[in-house]
Antibody, heavy 124, light 106 residues
Framework: EVHLVESGGGLVQPGGSLRLSCTASGFTFSSFEMNWVRQAPGKGLEWVSYISGSGTTIYYADAVKGRFTISRDNAKNSLFLQMNSLRAEDTALYYC?????????????????WGQGTLVTVSS | DIQMTQSPSSLSASVGDRVTITCRASQSISSYLNWYQQKPGKAPKLLIYGASNLQGGVPSRFTGSGSGTDFTLTISGLQPEDCATYSCQQVYTTPGFGGGTKVEIK
């Protein structure tokens, strides 16, 4: 059974840093692309970052580009999000999500498994 | 960036009703549209991918349709366990989500 478990969230002051982790089990981690998606309190979902299975292709949302760094350790079945220069608007529940391709069209992506999220609060 | 607009933002319906949620893209996204269900305090769950394809294990009362810019999610025969927020996601370009539609039981 697929499991994704996030950790590392907490309360941090503006300008501070946090490193989120997502530990995967139940599937061949290196074979799947992964994403971070966040949800501010009472708000909708917002895509944050993507990393390919090998870690060689990475994308970021404009809102976090230059401040956040996504990475993965396939030997440890782990995904990471290093978050620097945090702002109040980064306050959210952060989910890791596994990406799979449409079976009929490899250009399409779907997030088929999600963790339960880890809460990041940026406040003084 | 492609903007995704959902309507309504919330709705209340009775058990057994047919419920329709609309998602509109600011430009054509072909059929690169997914629907997710999120219950309070839980992670999102994939319902529909590719606009109309039911994810494994999802009840057949959920159907998706549309292509281009206009999409719908229909729940045929609303059940109490369908109380949730439903969000669309475009994956044609940089992924983006709609604002969500909260479905409540009357």
């Amino acid at each position: 059974e697929v499991h994704l478990v996030e950790s590392g969230g907490g309360l941090v002051q503006p300008g501070g840093s946090l490193r989120l982790s997502c530990t995967a089990s139940g599937f061949t981690f290196s074979s799947f692309e992964m994403n971070w998606v966040r949800q501010a309190p009472g708000k909708g979902l917002e895509w944050v970052s993507y990393i390919s299975g090998s870690g060689t292709t990475i994308y970021y949302a404009d809102a976090v580009k230059g401040r956040f760094t996504i990475s993965r350790d396939n030997a440890k079945n782990s995904l990471f999000l290093q978050m620097n220069s945090l702002r109040a608007e980064d306050t959210a529940l952060y989910y890791c999500a596994r990406e799979d391709r449409y079976p009929h069209d490899s250009s399409g992506q779907k997030y088929d498994y999600w963790g339960q999220g880890t809460l990041v609060t940026v406040s003084s | 960036d492609i903007q995704m607009t959902q309507s309504p933002s919330s709705l209340s319906a009775s058990v057994g009703d047919r419920v329709t949620i609309t998602c509109r893209a600011s430009q054509s996204i072909s059929s690169y549209l997914n629907w997710y269900q999120q219950k309070p305090g839980k992670a999102p769950k994939l319902l529909i991918y590719g606009a109309s394809n039911l994810q494994g294990g999802v009840p057949s009362r959920f159907t998706g349709s549309g292509s281009g810019t206009d999409f719908t999610l229909t729940i045929s025969g609303l059940q109490p366990e369908d109380c949730a927020t439903y969000s669309c996601q475009q994956v044609y370009t940089t992924p983006g989500f709609g604002g969500g539609t909260k479905v409540e039981i009357k």
